[in-house]
């Protein structure tokens, strides 16, 4: 979910209704260009970065797989605009693949493609975006580590990709021998239900239902999926008996939530406990079942990754928490913050990532913090960040 630049409730008809909120672009300021490109939506991948601005989609960062979609494997130290005549309006990026939803609703991928990440029936890369076959139109998704998932408009749920810990949801025997058997090579249905938002991690899935409830599916090692003692369900299975969820996102081994009162819920892992991680933001090692985690102002939209987490909350205010070895949560130092710390305000999205986070302001800038060696924070240098630094994005 994004919020913080202009808000809108969108009710989609069919059998089934669907509601998010949905980040609207800055609108243009009388009939000049602007000097820059203001953006919609920016998502961080494990070491490049997408953002989208008025239809264009610009990319930078690593490069080695093609998950710039360039048509190239050349790394970009500044932001580049994806040859296409598509017009996107979501981007997600993951470790070495990418997505995107164009104005049509349809999804595109590109990229690495040995678990099937591109959903295009074959385990084929790509260095160029290529069309997704989805029943409906998409509403939105998220890409992380090997496999992707879509919400789509009629609040249908499709992910594909890796499949070896049940991250696709299938209710599938397993692996067996060969880790890639179980791979979903074109989109897979997850659960006979009507979704509202889905959150892709390592090695888990989480997604809230219509009703407002909570389920999650994949590794469960860490208690990802809740107070579940299997570890590992190959079927989505209630967290608990609320049904006042509202948005979760996925990490390596943890989960974070949001109910409808803008209350933050975490649990699973803190990785690297004690000495690198905290993406929980509680001072202890594991969190079995959700357990609030106290913010200021409450949260509206999260994010987290492997080592850190962010929230951003209904007034803009952006806080971060955990590892902080990159300068990852724009802080001005490299110093491990163990519980959620403000970090400043005006902030409409933000996207977390392995050692990065970028953001839009509520004036629609793209800002980036933290590691830099393949120039992922799109400044045209590789010096590392410990404060949110402005990206220029070029003017269509």
């Known amino acids: ?43 961080a991948g494990e070491r ?18 093609g998950q710039l979609g360039l048509g190239d494997t050349d790394e970009r130290h500044l932001p580049e605009a994806v040859p296409s005549t598509l017009r996107f309006v979501r981007v997600a990026a993951a470790n070495a693949h990418s997505c995107a939803i164009d104005d049509l609703s349809e999804v595109y991928c590109w990229g690495e493609n040995a678990r099937g990440q ?4 074959d385990r084929t890369p790509s260095l160029t975006p290529v069309r997704v076959s989805l029943p ?12 992707t998932c879509a919400l789509l408009r009629n609040a249908a749920l499709y992910c594909w990709g890796q499949n070896d810990e049940g991250q696709l949801g299938q209710d599938d025997p397993g692996v067996g021998g060969d880790p890639t058997v179980a791979d979903g090579l074109e989109p897979l249905p997850v659960g006979g239900a009507e979704w509202v938002d889905v959150g892709a991690g390592d090695g888990h899935t989480c997604a809230v239902r ?12 860490s208690h990802q999926l809740g107070p579940d003692p299997r570890i590992q369900v190959r079927v989505p ?39 690198e991680g905290f ?33 951003v909350s209904h007034a803009g205010e952006l806080h971060c928490w955990g590892r902080n070895i990159e300068g990852q949560l724009g802080t001005g130092d490299l110093e ?61």
């Open 279 to 311: 993406p929980l933001g509680i001072d202890v090692a594991q969190v079995d079942v959700p357990t609030p985690l106290g913010l200021p102002a409450g949260a509206a939209a999260i994010s987290t990754e492997v080592f850190h987490s962010c929230s």
């Open 237 to 275: 299975i209630q967290v608990d008996a609320d049904l006042d969820w509202l948005e979760v996102d996925a990490g390596q081994q943890h989960t974070l939530a949001l109910k409808r009162n803008a209350s933050l819920y975490v649990w699973g892992d803190n990785v690297a406990y004690p000495d």
């Open 48 to 65: 490049h970065t997408l953002a989208v601005s008025r239809g264009r989609l610009y990319a930078w960062g690593a490069n080695d797989t």
């Open 336 to 396: 491990i913050r163990r519980e959620p710390t403000f970090i400043r305000d005006g902030i409409a999205s933000v996207s977390t990532s392995w050692f990065t986070t970028a953001a839009i302001t509520v004036t629609g800038s793209v800002v980036c913090t933290g590691e830099n060696d393949f120039g992922q924070l799109g400044l045209g240098h590789l010096d590392r960040m410990m404060e949110f630094t402005e990206v220029v994005l070029p003017a269509p």
């Open 210 to 221: 219509l009703d407002g409830a909570l389920f999650c599916w994949g590794r469960n090692t």
């Open 136 to 147: 409906a139109p998409a509403a939105t998704l998220s890409a992380r580590f090997n496999h």
């Open 118 to 121: 591109l959903g295009r029936g």
């Open 1 to 43: 979910m994004r919020t913080g630049i202009a808000i809108a409730l969108v009710t989609l008809a069919g059998p089934a209704c669907l509601e998010r909120g949905e980040v609207l672009g800055p609108e243009p300021v009388g009939t000049s260009t602007p000097p820059v490109a203001l953006a919609s939506d920016v998502s």
